[in-house]
Each structure stands twice: as C-alpha cells, then as structure tokens.
C-alpha cells in the first residue's frame, strides 16, 4: 500500500537583521507502490523493478519568522517522472517535469481582549496531474477574556474556512488514494462558524453553530461528491474530576 522513498536533505538558519530565516534544499526519490505497478497503462502489463522510473523530487523550502506572531512558509518543487492515477484509475507516469509553488502566511494580531489568527496560502502547479487550489484560508477573530467576576476564562467569536475552486478528484477505497477525475470539478467554497468556549475551575464547555452560512448559500462541496455539513449546533462537555 506504501511507496518506498529515500530523502536528503540540507538545513540552515540564518538571522538577518533580527529575522530568522531557515532554508532547505532537499532531494526524494520514490519508488510506487504495489497498486501502483500493478495498475499500470505500460502495454507490455510485465513490469519489474529495473523497467520502473521512480519519482524524483528537488525542492527548496524558505520559512521567515517576521516577528514571534507572524511567519511566512515558500516551497518550490520540481518533479521528474510524477506517477498518479489518471482518470481512468490507471497508474501512469507523467511524460514532463512538474513546477509546484507554494506559499502560506500565518499571522496572530491581537489588541486588547481582540484577537485575529489564521493563516493564507497560495499553491500552484503546473500540470492538472497534481491539482491544486491555488487560494485558501483560514481565519479566526474572537474575543477573549473573564466574565462573572472573573470566574468563567471565555472565548467567543467566528471561524471562516476559504478555498478557491479544485479541478477535480475523486477518492478510490479499491486504491487507497485519489485519482484525477475532471467531472468532480469542485467551485470555490466558504465554511462559517459561531463559537463559545468557556472553562469554569476543572469544567470546560465548547459551543459552536457550523456553516452557518448555508442558510443563504445553499449546498457546497469541499471536494465533489462530498458535500459541507448542513448548519449543525455542536455542544461538548469537559469536566475533570480530582481527589
């Protein structure tokens, strides 16, 4: 079920003006797995070992700690012979090199008993055999402070979940994994959440209204033919007993 990988890699950090970087230049090959050879669109259906071109991976990783709330994460990888199941659920190995970029902010502002966490990511690729949404987010503004008389520590506040549109896949349980299927081409979508969050002494209550949004927005899919949950209330109890 497992592909076999070997990776080498090289770190370094480096302060700049009181900004820490770290770099990475790393190198993965990986041999595909038995379902993968097995499945495999090679006319001669005979595969072993020495007729299988393993994938390569050469990529480069930059992570910016700007301050000690906000840091910005860039990849860059270039991969050779990238095996991935093709619509028709055959293992097929592509004929170019493929380009994946990515680049992801995460932020903590705070003023007073405000507070806004989350983060940004772009990612894109250059071939539709690795398919990417190029925008996500996720962001988080509550306020957090004591109530009654400084006895309850609480939060209370809104989730947003963003993600531009996906050309398409489509999850296999005979594979084990996802194979590229354009007819599950998925349109962008917003998840939003209410919450409250409370802990009193040993007892902490959690409280939350899921996608509430749907109420106007109607049915979405993280991933076609997987649709968002329906606006649910969700309520939890955690409650530690001690001698």
């Known amino acids: 079920m497992y592909p076999n990988s070997f990776t080498a890699n090289f770190t370094q950090h480096i302060n700049i003006f009181g900004i820490n970087n770290r770099f990475k230049i790393a190198y993965e090959k990986t041999i595909p797995n038995w379902i993968q050879l097995n499945s495999s669109t090679n006319p001669s259906n005979q595969l072993s070992e020495e007729l299988i071109e393993p994938t390569l991976d050469q990529y480069i990783e930059w992570d910016i700690e700007l301050t000690k709330n906000i840091s910005i994460h860039n990849a860059y990888h ?29 932020h903590h502002v705070n003023s007073k008993k405000w507070h806004w966490r989350g983060d940004i990511g772009y990612q894109n690729s250059s071939s539709d055999n690795i398919p990417l949404a190029k925008l996500l987010f996720n962001q988080r503004i509550y306020w957090q402070s004591k109530i009654f008389k400084d006895a309850t520590e609480t939060q209370i506040g809104v989730n947003a979940r963003y993600r531009s549109s996906h050309p398409g896949m489509t999850y296999s349980p005979i594979l084990g994994d996802f194979y590229t299927n354009p007819l599950s081409e998925t349109n962008a979508s917003l998840k939003c959440d209410l919450f409250a969050n409370f802990q009193i002494k040993s007892i902490k209550i959690y409280a939350s209204y899921e996608n509430f949004n749907a109420l106007w927005q109607g049915e979405q899919f993280t991933l076609k033919p997987y649709p968002i949950a329906q606006p649910i209330f969700r309520l939890s109890l955690i409650w530690n007993f001690y001698d």
């Open 78 to 106: 270039n991969i050779d012979a990238y095996t991935y199941y093709n619509e028709l659920a055959n293992s097929v190995t592509a004929d170019d090199p493929i380009q994946v970029i990515q680049s992801r902010i995460k």
